[in-house]
């Protein structure tokens, strides 16, 4: 049944999407951060939806008579230049058939990220692109959360196979970036209910992080937690949502999570953490040693650390986004990684004065701030975590640059209006009272 109804719902959208290719871009996100195939046992599971949408939403933009313009800011010139210079490094790769294979399926997450710069143009396609990545997301969150209080945290939470947020880790990191969104979302919902409902999902979300037993999504739930609860305009019912979090968490979890918390402490007796600092350690010899190309895509293999490891039978993924990037594509690639979220930050910043004194766009305004919030989490948590490509914080730089592009585009609008009430206050004679 499931098979079929993803069948029916995918293939349905595609006249639409010829017509509308911005639609693509939202079913793109759905498939591609909900995976609603893989929820399925049958013929859809390895159906390829995904680039049945991609190549539909192409070729809608092909015919499409809407502008075809990428906004070229300081974000997207970095983005493409990370990008060229991943492909560059994978033509010098220690791994090639491994690293064609990856870049095979970056490039595509790449193209739809510079689609969806083009095609998103308004508030409302805006608003879609947010609420579908955050509740697709957020299914598996609240499904995680329901999970693990019934089975009492006695088992990890996992998401979609075969994924990019398949594994217990990574799905924790996908829920804690996904937290602040909910929350912009319940800051703009108009009816009490959905208010409620979508608090509830941030707990759930939080309770399903804290289900994965991840060490590193733990030490990003209270990195993120605490910059929300910084910048939040009701410090009081963000406090209390927390406490309650908390709470839920003490009388669910059992006393395997806290151990393994515990283990943090004592990183150096855990044969888990032992291992990643000895693949940081390899990918920093490595990016020494070729500090331009580094080693390509999956380049953690094991004749590699036979070669740059201090603990070359001590095989292990880099479990953090920062030393993937540093051992794949070298020291110039980390630079450029780094400095794409600190140009993001930035400009999330602009955005939120720049509406200061708009109230129609004071959603933006909170949008910004939220993600900001996720960058928290993104940045904290993928120091011990390793999710450099998927497509959620690509997604948001993205969604930074339009936000600042539907700003941009008010304020001529706003000035032109200035402009026009000093040129009539200026020829019209001044009031004259009346004599007495």
């Not at 933009?61 to 492909?87: A, C």
């Not at 969806?116 to 995680?144: C, D």
């Not at 794949?328 to 780094?338: D, K, W």
């Not at 140009?343 to 602009?350: C, D, E, L, N, P």
Request: positive net charge.
């Amino acid at each position: 049944m499931r098979d079929i109804f993803v069948t029916l719902v995918v293939f349905g959208s595609l006249p639409f999407i010829l017509r509308r290719p911005w639609i693509g871009i939202i079913m793109w996100c759905w498939l591609s951060y909900m995976n609603p195939h893989k929820l399925s046992w049958g013929f859809a599971y390895d159906m390829p939806f995904a680039m049945l949408v991609a190549l539909c939403t192409l070729l809608g933009l092909l015919f499409s008579r809407e502008p075809k313009r990428i906004p070229w800011t300081r974000e997207t010139i970095l983005l493409l230049l990370f990008d060229l210079w991943t492909v560059m490094t994978t033509f010098f790769a220690l791994y090639p058939e491994g690293a064609w294979e990856q870049l095979d399926k970056i490039w595509r997450i790449q193209l739809m990220t510079f689609v969806t710069l083009m095609l998103i143009t308004s508030e409302q396609r805006l608003k879609a692109l947010v609420w579908i990545i955050t509740l697709s997301l957020a299914f598996f969150g609240v499904k995680g959360g329901i999970f693990t209080i019934s089975t009492g945290g006695a088992f990890r939470v996992y998401g979609p196979p075969t994924t990019f947020i398949g594994g217990n880790n990574e799905i924790a990191l996908a829920l804690i970036i996904t937290i602040p969104l909910l929350r912009f979302l319940q800051l703009n919902a108009k009816r009490l209910l959905s208010k409620w409902a979508l608090g509830i999902a941030m707990l759930l979300c939080a309770l399903s992080a804290i289900g994965s037993q991840s060490r590193g999504a733990f030490l990003a739930i209270i990195a993120m937690g605490g910059f929300l609860w910084l910048k939040s305009r009701n410090k009081f019912a963000m406090g209390l949502l927390g406490a309650l979090a908390v709470l839920l968490i003490a009388s669910v979890m059992p006393q395997e999570f806290y151990d393994r918390m515990k283990s943090i402490q004592t990183y150096e007796q855990d044969d888990s953490a032992l291992g990643r600092i000895n693949a940081w350690k390899m990918a920093f010899n490595l990016a020494k040693d070729r500090p331009l190309i580094g080693g390509g895509f999956r380049t953690f293999q094991p004749w590699v650390f036979a070669a740059y490891a201090p603990e070359p039978d001590r095989v292990h993924d880099a479990h953090s986004i920062y030393f993937q990037i540093l051992g794949e594509h070298g020291f110039v690639a980390l630079g450029m990684f780094l400095l794409l979220f600190g140009f993001t930050w930035r400009t999330a910043s602009y955005v939120k004065r720049a509406v200061l004194d708009r109230p129609d766009q004071k959603w933006l305004g909170d949008l910004c701030l939220m993600i900001q919030v996720s960058i928290v989490g993104y940045l904290a948590g993928g120091a011990f975590l390793g999710l450099a490509y998927f497509d959620l914080p690509y997604h948001l730089v993205a969604i930074i640059v339009i936000a600042r592009k539907l700003v941009d585009a008010e304020r001529p609008q706003i000035n032109l209006q200035g402009a026009k009430d000093i040129t009539i206050n200026a020829i019209r004679p001044p009031l004259r009272s009346a004599p007495l």
